[in-house]
């Protein structure tokens, strides 16, 4: 039950022509009053940022969460991170990205990558396939205490991107 939100952010974007480089930056902030009557939550307040480089036919960046997920003691942070790098070519897209969050709130954490290609096959078709991993490291309740379980899952995609 948030209420009175207020939120910002900042960015920034240059293009370095003699450097053939592009830089995007960007900070955000969030912040909101809580009317819950559920003891433990309080006021609710979040701040993220990137980072994002592009040259020639690579783009690289990382980007950065964290939230108190509206606990009031303090201790029910959450926090991800996430990276990655692609190259653009004439008819190719190969990339690889990663993250990891942690939610002390829940008691959870995971971490997942990526790594694909794409080939364009005409103006209007690109087909294109991936692996993926995920895992997560979940909480499991036994009786008075608290055990963890590791949850994962991996697969392939398969994309095709249809454009008029």
């Known amino acids: 039950e948030l209420e009175d939100v207020w939120e910002g952010a900042a960015s920034f974007a240059r293009q370095f022509a003699q450097q053939d480089l592009r830089v995007r930056v960007a900070v955000t902030y969030v912040t909101a009053s809580s009317s819950s009557a559920l003891t433990g939550f309080g006021d609710y307040e979040a701040w993220?940022?990137?980072?994002?480089?592009?040259k020639g036919g690579w783009t690289g960046g990382v980007r950065w969460l964290s939230s108190n997920n509206a606990w009031d003691s303090g201790n029910g942070d959450y926090e991800a991170w996430e990276a990655g790098i692609v190259h653009q070519g004439e008819k190719w897209r190969f990339g690889i990205e990663g993250g990891w969050?942690?939610?002390?709130?829940?008691?959870?954490?995971?971490?997942?990558?990526?790594?694909?290609?794409?080939?364009?096959?005409?103006?209007?078709?690109?087909?294109?396939?991936?692996?993926?991993?995920?895992?997560?490291?979940?909480?499991v309740l036994s009786g008075p205490s608290v055990s963890h379980t590791n949850a994962s899952n991996d697969g392939l995609v398969l994309e095709l991107t249809v454009r008029n």
């Open 48 to 54: 993220g940022a990137g980072l994002e480089l592009e």
């Open 101 to 139: 969050s942690e939610d002390r709130l829940t008691w959870t954490e995971g971490v997942s990558w990526l790594v694909g290609a794409s080939r364009k096959i005409n103006e209007n078709i690109d087909l294109g396939v991936a692996w993926t991993s995920a895992e997560a490291d979940l909480p």
